[in-house]
């Protein structure tokens, strides 16, 4: 079925008690095999409320002015918390079942190990606090979509000011960023006050539930199964410690390249003086090459591309009033990806060809390889394992999209895989200072930013640019307001992505065999586990960037153009 035929029914409040009635009677089962079928039939019951809550979510990022799901959206933020209770009381009458053991049996201990964790995370006490963290950052994303912003004689969002930012002519990169810098700073007391209302109520819920602070509840949140804050900060040591320096030679390199002297911020993502990568061809010419290139891939992902491209399962052209950004998500009742991004004409559109359709990929395979939703996706980190291995494993046909340009497209994407790092870890280490000392003030808040700038990107000159010079540049990630401590995920997946890549080199073969194993097990392991199983190195480990890292930079060392 056509997304867009796909009808749309608002998640009544009865949804609660049908959820009460399904924990009653798995409580009263009689044996595995009954309680087996009662947790079957809830998981029916939650794929299709999460597929009604995604649909309306999908609807209404795709326009933010779109009254009727603006209020279905403020709706479901409300019954949101309501349903966590619920699930929660299910995972309980989980982890006491008496056929506790066979259930293992069944389905492995990890179910039972995430369900414990997701308890830790949840009380009804914070339902009216998780309410209002929800409507707040429904208000931060709202606020971001509205930028219209006068450029090049014509009214731009913030998605379509980036071509602008990679401009070879310099002044209309840094004109670029102050017009971007100018919104914000439009905006300035808006923004430090959602997150200042976001900090409190987030230190508010970790303070109910009898935390310190909202580290603790926030590694909760994220499902942190087999890893924790001290094995974060080792990461983000050796990443300063063994990447920045390989970074920061890159920069240079990049700088002697573009012929400037020291590198300004508006030069960051400007890396050649004719000009970027930039796909060659119409958004419609471009969806045709996906369509070939995972027609050509592989036997699943033909099928996969068969289902993406015939269902319209995808909204990635920029336009007023979408939201920013770009994500997947699932529609469990049609066991079906749905993909949002904004195109802007740069090599984001392959990117998001590439990485959004990795994970659609994976939820694809997952939706009909693995019977329990519960045990379908890995935590995050192996999640954006999927979609950032994607990103390499399609070598092979960059060429479709990028033509004469496609060795240029190659290199620049492996420095920015590289060049990547670095930022999601300050990005990382920003939310633990913020979280660890919540009464901090919005200026404070942006020293701390610029403090880490010049530990984790110290190449880089802000020269007096609106916004991004006084500190306040974190606002533009969205992650930082809507999914606090998920950024290093993509850190972690990245550093796993560069496995992935340097087998493929060797052997593409191999490594699209390891990569769709790595997809088939979805979640039933952790992402330790899951790095092991694959025969790949934790980045978590002692030691482990300087060894993933610097195959890369001797296949950067070598690939000049």
Not at 97 to 123: D, I, Q, V, Y
Not at 234 to 246: A, G, I, S
Not at 347 to 361: C, K, N, P, Q, R
Request: charge should be negative.
């Amino acid at each position: 079925m056509k997304f867009s035929e796909m009808p749309y029914r608002r998640v009544e409040d009865t949804v609660l008690s049908q959820l009460d009635g399904l924990t009653e009677r798995f409580r009263a089962a009689a044996s595995a095999e009954e309680q087996e079928q009662i947790y079957l039939e809830a998981q029916k019951l939650l794929a299709e409320i999460q597929t009604m809550m995604s649909i309306c979510y999908i609807r209404s990022t795709i326009d933010t002015t779109d009254v009727f799901y603006e209020k279905e959206q403020e709706h479901n933020d409300q019954l949101e918390p309501l349903l966590t209770e619920k699930q929660l009381d299910l995972a309980k009458a989980l982890c006491s079942s008496p056929f506790r053991k066979e259930l293992e049996k069944k389905w492995g201990t990890l179910l039972f190990k995430n369900a414990e964790l997701s308890m830790k995370g949840f009380s009804p006490e914070i339902i009216s606090l998780v309410q209002e963290e929800n409507a707040l950052t429904s208000r931060y994303q709202k606020l971001y979509a509205s930028a219209k912003i006068d450029f090049d004689g014509k009214v731009l969002t913030v998605a379509q000011l980036v071509p602008y930012k990679q401009s070879p002519d310099r002044a209309v990169r840094k004109a670029a960023y102050e017009a971007e810098g100018g919104f914000f700073d439009a905006h300035r007391e808006e923004f430090d006050e959602i997150f200042d209302l976001l900090v409190k109520n987030r230190t508010e819920q970790a303070k109910r539930l009898g935390y310190k602070n909202f580290v603790e509840l926030g590694y909760i949140r994220r499902m942190r199964n087999c890893y924790g804050p001290e094995d974060v900060a080792r990461f983000r040591r050796q990443v300063v410690e063994n990447l920045v320096p390989l970074v920061r030679k890159l920069k240079e390199a990049q700088a002697a390249r573009i012929g400037v002297e020291k590198m300004k911020f508006y030069d960051d993502t400007f890396q050649y003086p004719d000009g970027n990568a930039t796909p060659q061809g119409t958004p419609e010419e471009l969806l045709a090459a996906g369509r070939k290139m995972y027609t050509e891939m592989s036997p699943e992902t033909a099928a996969f591309a068969e289902l993406l491209f015939g269902d319209e399962l995808f909204d990635v052209l920029a336009k007023p009033g979408k939201a920013p950004g770009g994500y997947c998500t699932s529609l469990p009742a049609y066991q079906s990806p749905f993909i949002f991004s904004n195109f802007n004409g740069t090599s984001d559109d392959v990117d998001v060809l590439t990485h959004e359709a990795g994970h659609a990929f994976a939820d694809y395979i997952a939706a009909r390889e693995i019977p329990l939703m519960d045990l379908r996706n890995p935590t995050m980190e192996g999640c954006e394992t999927h979609s950032m291995s994607m990103e390499f494993l399609t070598a092979p046909w960059h060429h479709l999209f990028f033509k004469d340009q496609t060795n240029k497209y190659e290199r620049s994407h492996a420095e920015d895989a590289l060049i990547f790092i670095p930022y999601g870890s300050m990005v990382d280490h920003f939310q633990e200072i913020v979280y660890s000392n919540p009464e901090m003030t919005p200026e404070e808040r942006n020293q701390a930013w610029m403090e880490l700038e010049r530990q984790y990107r110290p190449y880089l000159d802000f020269e007096n640019l609106p916004f991004y010079s006084r500190g306040a540049g974190w606002q533009r990630q969205l992650h930082i307001y809507q999914y606090p401590f998920y950024y290093i995920d993509y850190c972690l997946a990245q550093s796993m992505a560069l496995q992935f890549w340097m087998e493929s080199v060797k052997d593409w073969d191999t490594a699209w065999k390891k990569y769709l194993a790595f997809v088939r097990k979805g979640g039933t392991l952790t992402f330790v586990e899951l790095a092991e199983s694959a025969g790949m190195l934790s980045p978590l480990a002692d030691g482990a960037m300087e060894k993933i890292t610097a195959p890369a930079g001797k296949w950067l060392d070598t690939h000049t153009l």
